[in-house]
Nanobody, 124 residues
Framework: QVQLAESGGGLAQAGGSLRLSCTAS????????VAWFRQTPGKEREFVAA????????LYADSVKGRFTIARDGAKMLVSLEMNSLKPADTAVYYC?????????????????WGQGTQVTVSS
């Protein structure tokens, strides 16, 4: 099993920045990709960004492209999400997710392990 722990959520003003971190533990040897998703009440979980665990090109949702940056630190078993130029529409619970063995994807159903989530609130 893989355990994921998110940190770094909180409150920001529109135009501001926040940095989320996701630390993996357990069977990290089976991780092939790590992604961030977000969810607001009454809506489905939405893809934000993903990165291959061994390095390589990241994927981004169009809504965050150019504003958010996902990065990995293999030595620390950590994936970060740097969020800049935040908008009120970015307000959500953000979840870190890990996929085992298979290539990077954008669908929540393709990810095997999930963190508990961290709240991000952007005020106007």
């Amino acid at each position: 099993q893989v355990q994921l722990a998110e940190s770094g959520g909180g409150l920001a003003q529109a135009g501001g920045s926040l940095r989320l971190s996701c630390t993996a533990s357990g069977r990290t040897d089976i991780i092939s990709a790590v992604a961030w998703f977000r969810q607001t009440p009454g809506k489905e979980r939405e893809f934000v960004a993903a990165i291959p665990w061994s390095g390589g090109s990241a994927l981004y949702a169009d809504s965050v492209k150019g504003r958010f940056t996902i990065a990995r630190d293999g030595a620390k078993m950590l994936v970060s999400l740097e969020m800049n130029s935040l908008k009120p529409a970015d307000t959500a619970v953000y979840y870190c997710a890990a996929r085992a063995y298979l290539p990077i994807r954008q669908l929540a159903a393709d990810y095997n392990f999930w963190g508990q989530g961290t709240q991000v609130t952007v005020s106007s």
